[in-house]
C-alpha cells in the first residue's frame, strides 16, 4: 500500500520502514503516526516478513520529534488525544510479534527518541543525537518517555535528561544503555541488515515468545515473570519449529533448520 509519509522496501525476509519527511526532519504528526501504526500492523501480519527495520529518510534524522508547528494550536483535549495516539502506535510496535530494529541515523529528539525506545534493538549511527527536550518548550514528554526511559537506562539518568532537555551524543547514548551499539553513518544500514537476517534465520515462533515473555516479565515480580517463560517454553514444544530445530541439530550430519514459523 502506498504511504504519504512512509516508505516501506522489502529486501528478502526482512522489512525496512522510512519516516519519509525529510524537509521536516521527519518530524511525526497525527498522518504521519496513523501511516505508522497500519503499516507496521500490515508487515505484523505478513508472514513473509521475519524482522524490521525502523529508521528515517534522508541523513539528517531518524525522527527529529513531534511537529511543533502541528501541536501549537491543540487544546488540551486534543493534546491528550494526539498523546494517545503515539502511545498507541509506539506500544505497537513495542509488542507486536515481529522484532524491530531501529537505524538511528541522525536526529532522536523528543517523539524520535520515544519511537526508537519502543523498538527492540536501537543501532546509531556515529551522527546520531539523543535527548528528550519537551521542557523546553513547556510541556512534557508525551509518547511514552517518562515510562520507557526509567525503564531502558536508570531513573535517575532518565529524569536527568527529561528535566534538563539536554542532547546526548551517540557515545553519550551507548555509555547509558540507550542503545546497543554505534557504528559509522556508511555502515548503519548494513550492520542493521545484517543483525535482521541472522535474527530472521532463527526460529519465528522462539523470537515471538521471547519477546512477549521479556514485555510481559518485565512489569511483573520475578515469580511471576519466570512462570511466563515456563508456559511460553512449554508451548514451544507443540510447534513443528521446535521439532525442526531439534531434529536439525541432531541429524548427523548437523543440517541447517528450515523453520516455517508454526
Same mark, same amino acid.
Request: proline share 5%; hydrophobic share 45%.
Given at each position: 500500500m502506498a504511504w504519504n509519509n512512509i516508505l516501506v522496501e522489502f529486501e528478502e525476509e526482512i522489512a525496512v520502514v522510512s519516516i519519509n519527511r525529510p524537509e521536516a526532519l521527519n518530524a511525526l504528526d497525527n498522518e504521519t503516526l496513523s501511516e505508522l501504526g497500519a503499516a507496521m500492523a500490515e508487515l505484523g501480519s505478513n508472514q513473509d516478513v521475519k524482522a524490521i527495520i525502523l529508521t528515517g529518510a534522508g541523513d539528517k534524522a531518524f525522527v527529529a520529534g #513531534?511537529?511543533?508547528?502541528?501541536?501549537?494550536?491543540?487544546?488540551?483535549?486534543?493534546?491528550?488525544?494526539?498523546?494517545?495516539?503515539?502511545?498507541?502506535?509506539?506500544?505497537?510496535?513495542?509488542?507486536?510479534?515481529?522484532?524491530?530494529?531501529?537505524?538511528?541515523?541522525?536526529?532522536?529528539?523528543?517523539?524520535?527518541?520515544?519511537?526508537?525506545?519502543?523498538?527492540?534493538?536501537?543501532? #546509531?549511527?556515529? /551522527? #546520531? /543525537?539523543?535527548?528528550?527536550?519537551e521542557v523546553s518548550l513547556g510541556i512534557i514528554?508525551?509518547?511514552?518517555?517518562?515510562?520507557?526511559?526509567?525503564?531502558?537506562?536508570?531513573?535517575?539518568? #532518565? /529524569?536527568?535528561?527529561?528535566?534538563?532537555?539536554?542532547?546526548?551524543?551517540?557515545?553519550d547514548a551507548l555509555r547509558i544503555g540507550l542503545v546497543n551499539k554505534v557504528v559509522p553513518p556508511g555502515e548503519l544500514m548494513d550492520v542493521c541488515k545484517k543483525m535482521a537476517k541472522r535474527i530472521a534465520s532463527m526460529g519465528p515462533v522462539g523470537i515471538r515468545f521471547t519477546k512477549e515473555a521479556i514485555n510481559q516479565g518485565q512489569n511483573m515480580d520475578l515469580e511471576k515473570a519466570l512462570n511466563i517463560e515456563a508456559d511460553l517454553f512449554g508451548m514451544t514444544f507443540s510447534t513443528a519449529d521446535q521439532t525442526e530445530g531439534m531434529s536439525a541439530f541432531l541429524a548427523k550430519p548437523k543440517r541447517k533448520a528450515e523453520f516455517k514459523g508454526e
Open positions: #513531534a511537529d511543533i508547528a502541528y501541536m501549537l494550536p491543540l487544546t488540551a483535549l486534543q493534546g491528550k488525544e494526539f498523546s494517545r495516539l503515539g502511545q498507541t502506535v509506539f506500544s505497537q510496535i513495542e509488542n507486536m510479534p515481529k522484532p524491530v530494529i531501529a537505524a538511528v541515523n541522525g536526529f532522536a529528539l523528543g517523539g524520535g527518541c520515544e519511537l526508537a525506545m519502543a523498538c527492540d534493538i536501537r543501532i #546509531a549511527s556515529e /551522527k #546520531a /543525537k539523543f535527548g528528550q527536550p514528554a508525551g509518547f511514552g518517555a517518562t515510562q520507557r526511559l526509567a525503564r531502558l537506562v536508570n531513573p535517575g539518568i #532518565a /529524569k536527568e535528561m527529561l528535566f534538563t532537555g539536554d542532547i546526548y551524543n551517540a557515545q
